[in-house]
């Protein structure tokens, strides 16, 4: 397996104590030599349910010259017509900064479809749990860390032992989306473990020379018909193109 652990938005030189998602990125290279991907952030709700509406989220966001910053009437008008775009911030609001990128949970928020050699299917999610529990910084801890921390820390926990981390796919119950990633499944959907992964060392920069696609599967999983999810590997494609110009 090759993991990535990065942050969430466009900015490369965001602090890592910043409350926004973090995510784990996943290829594992399977027998035959394909790779699949799994492709998760740190928090159980995406903050768009279309392209068209991520774009416009941003767009208002966007700084206004005279001020430097964005507009709030327009971001207030904006999250007014369209509520879904305020629910992944709400939850990182109500839930600390990550004090690791081996204590954070992530969640898969597009749906796949699961088919087994009998013909059965289910719709499910993926959720990552780390072995270890999940922890936050405290306020205190938020104020005192460094911005660029999360390097440092991984190296550091790494090089005292392994961390692990429970794969389960959630299986969706009657009447959940199954095409809206706004949308977080109730706790109370099964949760089926499928397995262990092994974090075991930092390789560099290595990850960077990878373009991860939720969209690589194998054999027996299909993906949802979700807008949001048919765009991702085009705006990773996108993003990783950026890295290598650097």
């Not at 299909?222 to 807008?227: K, L, T």
Request: glycine fraction near 8%; include cysteine.
């Amino acid at each position: 397996m090759t993991i990535r652990f990065p942050m969430g938005g466009g900015n490369a030189a965001i602090a890592d104590k910043t409350n926004v998602t973090r995510g784990m990125a996943i290829r594992f290279t399977l027998p035959d030599e394909t790779v699949t991907d799994l492709v998760t952030i740190s928090a159980p709700a995406f903050f768009a349910r279309t392209p068209e509406d991520a774009l416009q989220f941003l767009l208002v966001r966007r700084p206004d010259p005279p001020t430097g910053k964005p507009d709030p009437a327009k971001v207030e008008e904006f999250s007014k017509a369209r509520p879904e775009t305020t629910l992944q911030g709400a939850w990182l609001k109500a839930h600390p900064v990550p004090n690791s990128d081996l204590t954070t949970p992530y969640f898969g928020v597009n749906a796949f479809k699961f088919t087994n050699d009998g013909g059965q299917s289910v719709f499910g999610r993926w959720y990552i749990e780390p072995d270890g529990g999940v922890v936050g910084l405290t306020e205190e801890e938020t104020q005192s860390v460094s911005d660029d921390f999360l390097s440092a820390d991984l190296e550091s926990r790494l090089a005292a032992g392994a961390s692990d981390f429970d794969v389960h796919l959630q299986i969706a119950g009657e009447g959940d989306p199954i095409t809206d990633p706004t949308a977080e499944w109730p706790d109370t959907r099964q949760r089926v473990h499928v397995g262990t992964i092994s974090v075991s060392r930092v390789t560099g920069q290595e990850c960077d020379s990878v373009m991860f696609s939720p969209l690589a599967l194998p054999p027996g999983i299909e993906p949802a018909e979700d807008p949001i999810l048919a765009i991702r590997p085009a705006v990773y494609a996108e993003s990783f193109l950026r890295r290598q110009q650097k």
